[in-house]
């Protein structure tokens, strides 16, 4: 607080002074509040376009080794029609893993 001391000062009111600096320290302390708040959404954001990233190549990944991995191990394990008809049946069926990411 202000000092209560005004010196025989008539003019100074100590009282209006007071409130007017509490409510300055009140707004400063609104606006930093409220910049911390932006930090941490952008912070947020920034994880969860990293992670939409990350699961984006996860998906190549897996849609990759079950076209062509799963495919030649089928090749191999089997033989005459039936390896014929699970490469076909694998390479026509489109497997698209449905990753999503929990930050909105």
């Known amino acids: 607080m202000l000092y209560e001391n005004t010196l025989g000062n008539p003019f100074l009111d100590i009282d209006f002074m007071n409130n ?3 409510e300055t320290m009140k707004t400063q302390e609104r606006i930093a509040i409220a910049a911390i708040l ?9 994880q969860g376009t990293s ?8 998906k190549t990944e897996m849609v990759n080794f079950a076209s062509q991995t799963i495919v030649s ?7 005459g029609q039936s ?6 049946r694998l390479k026509t069926s489109s497997f698209q ?5 929990p930050m909105k």
Request: hydrophobic share 40%.
């Open 51 to 58: 992670l939409s990233q990350s699961l984006s190549e996860k």
């Open 20 to 22: 007017q600096l509490i």
């Open 38 to 46: 932006m930090a941490k959404r952008i912070e947020i954001t920034a």
């Open 97 to 101: 893993p449905d990753l999503k990411s």
């Open 83 to 88: 390896a014929v008809a699970a490469e076909e």
């Open 73 to 79: 191990n089928f090749k191999e394990g089997l033989s």
